[in-house]
């Protein structure tokens, strides 16, 4: 083999190799690449069903409901458009309360139900996870739309 085809080998096996680094790189970013949705897009039917993401909002009053396991509890997700139930098994966040800010990480199930494998909760009274107040602005902005 001539010198000249054996530079053309290594830089093409070079490229190849650089080829599948990319690949699984990217591969794996896309693996966990998390997207945030409000209650109204889950409800218009924007969220993909069975697949991990993000969904936002306030924790509706009078809607928090512990099952006799002590692990297991059911809510609602409000951005004050839309509401959307929750389910989430573990110990919530001390700072999780009704009437708060919410972000709740896991997938959509066929019935409906929004199954939480995470739920973030706000950490004082003045914050508010930025897509949560994202979402309840922007909703509030809609119903003053539709009110005038």
């Known amino acids: ?10 830089i093409g096996g070079g490229i190849a190799v650089l080829g599948i680094a990319a690949a699984l790189v990217l591969n794996a ?12 897009q889950v409800a218009a039917g924007e969220a993909p ?3 991990t993401f993000r969904i936002g909002g306030m924790v ?14 059911r809510f609602i997700v409000t951005d004050t458009a839309k509401e959307f139930p929750v389910a989430y098994k573990g110990i919530l966040p001390d700072l999780f309360r009704e009437g708060k800010g919410v972000v709740a990480q896991g ?9 939480a494998s995470e739920v973030l909760a706000k950490h004082d009274e003045n914050y508010m996870p930025p897509e949560a107040q994202h979402a309840v602005d922007q909703a ?3 119903a003053k739309t539709v009110k005038q």
Do not use: W, Y
């Open 1 to 10: 083999m001539k010198p000249r085809h054996k530079r053309f080998a290594l």
């Open 29 to 40: 970013f896309q693996s966990n690449l998390v997207f945030f949705f409000t209650p109204t």
């Open 49 to 51: 069903i069975g697949k």
């Open 60 to 73: 509706k009053e009078a809607s928090l409901q512990r099952q006799p396991d002590g692990l297991t509890v």
């Open 107 to 115: 997938k959509l199930g066929e019935d409906g139900l929004f199954t």
């Open 140 to 142: 509030g902005k809609a």
